[in-house]
């Protein structure tokens, strides 16, 4: 079976540009979230999507929005990029909204320059 | 917060000793999960422990959870040159894994 698939792998953009990452979950996976993970930390919580509602939301600006489709695909959209928003960025899926392990892909690594 | 706090950051053991890491946190928690992290990329899932349960093992890994104490701790018997990486606790009490900033294992030959 295949896993959690991210794409790209690595990207750069430049100040102020927009920047669009995907994911797709493991096949039967309702749950779709987003981590930013800055080199040296853990990773942050950004948002959660279950069963293609926003079911939760972390501590991040308004530039960050995702969505989910009803393949339970998803997208992270970061506008006006920052020098700070370079991390890797994880996706992660799961069965359930509460209470279960998580699934996580390789990630996105962003560079903003 | 209900974010994990993983110590030591650091450390270096000798391959086939074996390897202990805590994990504190300050709020109540439904459960506590342990990820390990290769190279900066993906996560991969070790073991949750539920708040009524007080320790849980898979293969080589045990875990422990004292919710008086508010703490965790994950040891790594046996270890090998393939345990190198760094180790992330996560309590959660509802959709959110909150991640501390890890211990960083590096196992020797």
């Known amino acids: 079976d295949a896993g959690v698939t991210q794409s790209p792998t690595h990207l750069i953009k430049t100040r102020g540009q927009h920047v669009t990452l995907r994911c797709s979950p493991i096949?039967?996976?309702?749950?779709v979230s987003w981590y930013q993970q800055v080199l040296g930390q853990g990773p942050q919580f950004i948002f959660q999507?279950?069963?293609?509602?926003?079911?939760g939301r972390g501590n991040f600006p308004d530039r960050f929005s995702a969505r989910q489709f009803p393949n339970y695909s998803s997208e992270l959209n970061v506008n006006a990029l920052l020098l700070g928003d370079s991390a890797l960025y994880l996706c992660?899926?799961?069965?359930?909204?509460?209470?279960?392990?998580?699934?996580f892909g390789q990630g996105t690594r962003l560079t903003v320059v | 917060s209900q974010q994990g706090e993983e110590d030591p950051q650091a450390l270096s053991i000798q391959e086939g000793e074996n390897a202990t890491m805590n994990c504190s946190y300050k709020t109540s928690i439904n459960n506590l999960q342990w990820y390990r992290q290769n190279s900066g990329r993906g996560l991969v899932h070790l073991i949750l422990i539920r708040s009524n349960e007080r320790e849980k093992h898979s293969g080589r890994l045990r875990v422990t959870l004292d919710t008086s104490k508010k703490s965790s701790s994950l040891l790594i018997t046996a270890s090998r040159a393939a345990d190198t990486a760094s180790y992330f606790c996560a309590p959660s009490n509802d959709y959110k894994l909150s991640f501390g900033a890890g211990t960083t294992v590096t196992v020797r030959a």
């Open positions: 992660a899926s799961s069965t359930r909204l509460l209470n279960t392990e998580a699934f």
């Open positions: 999507y279950y069963e293609k509602e926003e079911r």
């Open positions: 096949s039967g996976h309702k749950s």
